[in-house]
């Protein structure tokens, strides 16, 4: 058992933008986010993941990067970010920054460059191809709707976009790119960050055929995922960037992998394999996704999400490790999923913070998981402001969706649910900004906000403080063995941890109705056993248990 600083930290996701505003304009910065880092403190948090503030036209809200080593002046200056830092540390937490370096923004120094000939020296920084018959090069689709190429009338040829049209892919292909990239995150290690998350990671090697994607319907554009994801070179890629780079910090990193398998996170993240700590999958997000993607929403089946988390529980148990999230800035709200927003909203978002918090791995929270905040429901598209979102409302019109249909879509998985400002007070705009914030607050505020939370002992706020403190005090949570328990039951969620002699019974229910369930034989040979946590009043006594609507408990067991 190789013990890890990351390993037993429990992590914070940081969306600068909607998080705190400290000046009024409307967005928030950095130095509201300094406000807010006692809050944190209290929270139990070790690790702060910010979200990019780097220099950004702000196409796909900072994601898209002009200068990598200058502060987006909405968010405020270095000086701000450099004492950001300073607080951070001084209370005894580390930082984590994004790492965006699949794709740079279109108004990037090298980028403005790269386009002007075929002969300019930063032409090979992206990636150029002619078309083919007076069209794209390929049928590759862009993540965010429509063809990934797109023309440039100075060269007479196209450039490669996974993303937005202002997010053109760098060539990972070029030596003398990757060592300007090694050298950007040099700098900021030696600043003192202490983590990186790594920005679809995986995309970073493409095949150079660039082969048309299998298109059996005959559509214009179909992904070719298969020929980005877990390319030819990413692991030599990514231990040459271990190498020259990330082995001589002690820093935390995980990259976001949409597509990797179990079987592929093991090689990116095992311990003698010199890459990353840790991945971002994207399986159990996915489940609610019908055959035409993301916003073809079906109903889910917790037989399917247990039997997705088990397989990378099991998989990455002996080499590798997890991370632990329901949300993050791209995904709807957890309790608006998969469990229940209305009247089961705090027990079921104890339920699901049980769930996730007490497997195998390190746990992230997304800014409001704590306070149990909810998806929106903007009556309008002209309230959104997720690209991402605007594109596919554009296009499912073009389709011939009716509109309500695709709002519906929309209200459930529009990655503005997770950016609508923080909710700290029941004062204007939730007390995120006295100016007009750049999206509207959720109107729910008035009844779920921070303050409130606070004040109340049985609030989501302080469960959450309970399972990080638990997790502090009890190895077993972070280092023991998982083993999943009714595979089969379509409303119980249940499995074991086991670490020398001691074990830990996680029972969740997720539905909204009164459940049985059957204590195993097994624990009852344990001497002692103790209830560790639940979210409804509940004894220690293990005979067959009746569960509430959402109930969670965690009973401890020891020889």
């Given at each position: 058992?190789?013990?890890?600083?990351?390993?037993?930290?429990v992590?914070?996701?940081?969306?600068?933008?909607?998080?705190?505003?400290?000046?009024?304009?409307g967005?928030?910065?950095?130095?509201?986010?300094?406000?807010?880092?006692?809050?944190?403190?209290?929270?139990?948090?070790?690790v702060?993941?910010?979200?990019?503030v780097?220099?950004?036209?702000?196409?796909?809200?900072?994601?898209?990067i002009?200068n990598?080593?200058?502060?987006?002046?909405?968010?405020?200056t270095?000086?701000?970010?450099?004492?950001?830092?300073?607080?951070?540390?001084?209370r005894?937490?580390?930082?984590m920054?994004?790492?965006?370096?699949?794709h740079?923004?279109?108004e990037?120094?090298?980028?403005?460059?790269?386009?002007?000939?075929k002969?300019n020296?930063?032409?090979?920084y992206?990636i150029?191809?002619?078309?083919k018959d007076?069209y794209?090069?390929n049928?590759?689709?862009?993540?965010?709707?429509?063809?990934?190429?797109?023309?440039?009338?100075?060269?007479?040829?196209?450039?490669?976009?996974l993303?937005?049209?202002?997010?053109?892919?760098?060539n990972w292909?070029?030596?003398?790119?990757?060592k300007?990239?090694?050298?950007?995150?040099?700098?900021w290690l030696d600043?003192?960050?202490?983590g990186?998350?790594?920005?679809v990671?995986?995309?970073?090697?493409?095949?150079?055929?660039?082969?048309?994607?299998?298109?059996?319907?005959?559509?214009?554009?179909?992904?070719g995922?298969k020929?980005?994801?877990n390319?030819?070179k990413i692991?030599?890629?990514?231990?040459e960037?271990?190498k020259?780079?990330?082995?001589?910090?002690?820093?935390?990193?995980?990259?976001?992998?949409?597509?990797?398998?179990?079987?592929?996170?093991?090689?990116y993240?095992?311990?003698?394999?010199?890459?990353?700590?840790?991945?971002?999958h994207?399986?159990?997000?996915d489940?609610?996704?019908?055959?035409g993607?993301?916003?073809?929403?079906?109903?889910?089946?917790?037989?399917?999400?247990k039997?997705?988390l088990?397989?990378?529980?099991?998989?990455?148990?002996?080499d590798?490790?997890?991370?632990?999230?329901w949300?993050n800035?791209?995904?709807?709200?957890v309790?608006?999923?998969?469990?229940?927003?209305?009247?089961?909203?705090?027990k079921s978002?104890?339920?699901?913070?049980?769930?996730?918090?007490?497997m195998?791995?390190?746990?992230?929270i997304?800014?409001?998981?704590?306070?149990?905040?909810?998806?929106?429901?903007?009556?309008?598209?002209?309230?959104?402001?997720d690209?991402?979102?605007?594109?596919?409302?554009k296009?499912?019109?073009t389709e011939?969706?009716?509109?309500?249909?695709?709002?519906?879509?929309i209200?459930?998985?529009?990655?503005?649910n997770?950016?609508?400002?923080?909710q700290?007070?029941?004062t204007t705009?939730?007390?995120?900004t006295?100016?007009?914030?750049?999206?509207q607050v959720?109107?729910?505020?008035?009844?779920?906000n921070?303050?409130?939370?606070?004040?109340?002992?049985?609030?989501?706020?302080?469960?959450y403080k309970q399972?990080?403190?638990?997790r502090?005090?009890?190895?077993?949570i972070?280092?023991?063995?998982?083993?999943?328990?009714?595979?089969?039951?379509?409303?119980?969620f249940?499995?074991?941890?086991?670490?020398?002699?001691e074990k830990?019974?996680?029972?969740s229910?997720?539905?909204?109705?009164?459940?049985?369930?059957?204590?195993?034989?097994?624990?009852k040979?344990?001497?002692?056993?103790?209830?560790?946590?639940?979210?409804y009043?509940?004894?220690?006594?293990?005979?067959?248990i009746s569960?509430?609507?959402y109930?969670?408990r965690?009973?401890?067991?020891?020889?």
């Amino acid at each position: 058992m190789n013990k890890a600083w990351w390993k037993e930290s429990v992590v914070y996701q940081i969306y600068p933008r909607s998080f705190n505003d400290s000046n009024n304009d409307g967005i928030g910065d950095i130095l509201g986010i300094i406000e807010k880092l006692d809050y944190l403190k209290d929270l139990g948090i070790d690790v702060i993941w910010l979200s990019p503030v780097y220099e950004s036209p702000n196409d796909d809200n900072g994601y898209d990067i002009s200068n990598y080593q200058a502060i987006m002046a909405e968010f405020g200056t270095m000086a701000d970010w450099n004492q950001l830092l300073k607080e951070i540390h001084r209370r005894d937490m580390k930082l984590m920054m994004d790492l965006v370096i699949n794709h740079s923004s279109d108004e990037h120094s090298w980028f403005v460059e790269s386009r002007k000939s075929k002969e300019n020296a930063y032409r090979d920084y992206y990636i150029w191809r002619p078309g083919k018959d007076g069209y794209e090069p390929n049928n590759w689709e862009s993540a965010f709707s429509g063809s990934a190429w797109q023309y440039n009338k100075e060269t007479d040829d196209y450039f490669l976009h996974l993303f937005s049209k202002k997010q053109p892919d760098l060539n990972w292909e070029n030596t003398t790119l990757r060592k300007e990239i090694y050298s950007m995150i040099t700098w900021w290690l030696d600043k003192g960050v202490d983590g990186l998350r790594m920005d679809v990671i995986n995309f970073i090697s493409k095949d150079t055929n660039f082969p048309d994607g299998e298109n059996p319907e005959g559509k214009k554009y179909v992904s070719g995922a298969k020929y980005f994801m877990n390319g030819p070179k990413i692991h030599d890629y990514l231990q040459e960037m271990n190498k020259n780079v990330l082995s001589k910090y002690d820093v935390m990193t995980v990259g976001e992998m949409p597509g990797a398998t179990p079987e592929e996170a093991v090689l990116y993240t095992g311990e003698r394999r010199d890459e990353l700590n840790m991945v971002f999958h994207f399986e159990h997000m996915d489940i609610d996704s019908g055959f035409g993607g993301k916003w073809d929403v079906k109903p889910w089946s917790l037989i399917t999400l247990k039997e997705i988390l088990s397989k990378w529980q099991y998989k990455l148990e002996h080499d590798g490790w997890n991370s632990l999230y329901w949300n993050n800035h791209d995904q709807p709200r957890v309790v608006s999923r998969f469990g229940h927003d209305d009247e089961y909203r705090n027990k079921s978002a104890k339920m699901l913070a049980t769930t996730l918090h007490m497997m195998k791995g390190t746990p992230y929270i997304y800014q409001g998981e704590e306070i149990g905040m909810t998806n929106v429901r903007f009556s309008t598209i002209s309230k959104y402001r997720d690209i991402e979102t605007l594109n596919a409302y554009k296009e499912k019109v073009t389709e011939g969706w009716p509109v309500d249909k695709i709002m519906q879509a929309i209200h459930i998985k529009s990655r503005d649910n997770a950016r609508t400002p923080m909710q700290w007070d029941t004062t204007t705009n939730a007390g995120f900004t006295e100016g007009e914030p750049w999206i509207q607050v959720n109107p729910n505020y008035t009844d779920i906000n921070v303050k409130q939370a606070i004040q109340d002992s049985n609030s989501i706020f302080h469960y959450y403080k309970q399972l990080i403190q638990l997790r502090k005090k009890y190895d077993i949570i972070v280092y023991g063995a998982y083993d999943l328990l009714l595979e089969d039951n379509q409303d119980i969620f249940a499995y074991t941890r086991q670490l020398g002699s001691e074990k830990l019974l996680i029972i969740s229910n997720f539905t909204e109705k009164q459940v049985a369930f059957s204590t195993p034989i097994d624990v009852k040979l344990y001497r002692t056993h103790k209830l560790l946590i639940s979210n409804y009043e509940a004894t220690d006594e293990l005979e067959d248990i009746s569960l509430q609507p959402y109930e969670t408990r965690v009973y401890y067991f020891s020889k």
